[in-house]
Every structure is written in C-alpha cells, then in structure tokens.
C-alpha cells in the first residue's frame, strides 16, 4: 500500500512524518511516497494535498497534469485530506480573492471557501477545537488559514470555529482549515489511515 503526499510545495515533510508515525503505531506495512510529478497518483491508496500557498499550488498541480489524476482518484473513491492551502483546492467554489487569481479548483468537494477566513500570516493562532470524529479536543494549528463559508447537503460538518466551518467530509474526501501534522496529535491522520483501510 501506498499513501501520497503532493510535495510540490507546501507543508510535505510534517505529513509525511506523521503518517509515517501513524502507520507504525498502527502496525501496518504500508510506504508514504510524495508525489512532485504525473504518474504516481494512481498507485496509492490515499492523498494528502499540504498546506501551502493556494494559488502557486492549483497552479503547479494543473501544469504537472496531476490535478485530473486526483480528480480521477476522488472519483474512485480514494481518501483524500486537504489541510489549509488542501482545503481550498479540493472546493469547488471559491471567493472574489479566489476568483480574482483564476485559481483553478478540484472541485472535488461540495463546498464554498473564504481563502483568508482567519487574517494574513501574522494573525496565526492555535485553539483547542471540538471535532465530531474525535472523542476529546483537538489543538488546532492555523496559519493564514482559510474557512468553508457554505457546503452543500452532502458535506458533514467535523467542526466549528465562531461561524466557519473549519472541518468537513464529503464521502472519501475530508478537509480541514488547520494544520493536524504540526501538532503531536495523531488521531487525524489515524482517522484518515482508518478511510484508506476500510476502502
């Protein structure tokens, strides 16, 4: 089994880490490969699109030609997690600053995001966050982080902070406004590991 990491820009190396740690905690044999050109997309079992800046990455993923792979995996039914700058691509509609950078979203997901919900890079902050899929808080990381203004019937709500939506998942697909691997809180990318295994 292998589980993708999109590394061509962006946070790739703090996911790596702990999927790594993830899946030996868990015991299970399985290869976490990061995924910087077309090709590989259809050997794994499970995506995760970084944060990083939002516009360089629609960008490069669309000239890689790996933006219609993850498409067609989101397609398959292969697990996907976007965090911050990954929450923004995989939406299907976006903001005026959105929209203003003709970024070119998945679409994946049936959701609408504001790409600075939470300020610029100095507003950075971390809180502790009541998430529906875990059974105590969550210390949420967010750096220039956006949020989902509106989401369509098929999106489940995960979490809230004031009124954006910050968690949700829509099938295979599960997307967060915060950064789960720059905490030592691994119970995220278990949950995640758990959509890969049970596919």
Known sequence: MKIGV??????????????????????????????KHKGIVQKCSGIVIPGGESTTL??????????????EAAARGVPILGTCAGLIVLAN????????????LLGIMDTRVNRNAFGRQRDSFEA?????????????????????VSCGPGVRILSRLEDM?????????????????????LRIHQYFLDKILNC
Do not use: M, W, Y
């Open 58 to 71: 629609c960008r490069l993923l669309a000239r890689e030609g790996i933006a219609e792979e993850i498409k």
């Open 6 to 35: 999109i590394a061509i820009q962006g946070a790739v190396s703090e996911h790596v880490d702990a999927l790594r740690k993830a899946l030996a905690e868990r015991g299970v044999d399985a290869e976490v490969v990061e995924i």
């Open 93 to 104: 509609e976006g903001d005026r600053q959105v929209e203003k950078t003709g970024q070119e």
């Open 165 to 185: 939506i910050i968690a949700a998942e829509q099938e295979n697909v599960l997307a967060l406004a915060f950064h789960p691997e720059l905490t030592g809180d």
């Open 128 to 148: 502790e966050l009541e998430v529906s899929i875990l059974d105590s808080p969550f210390i949420g990381v967010f750096i220039r982080a956006p949020g989902i």
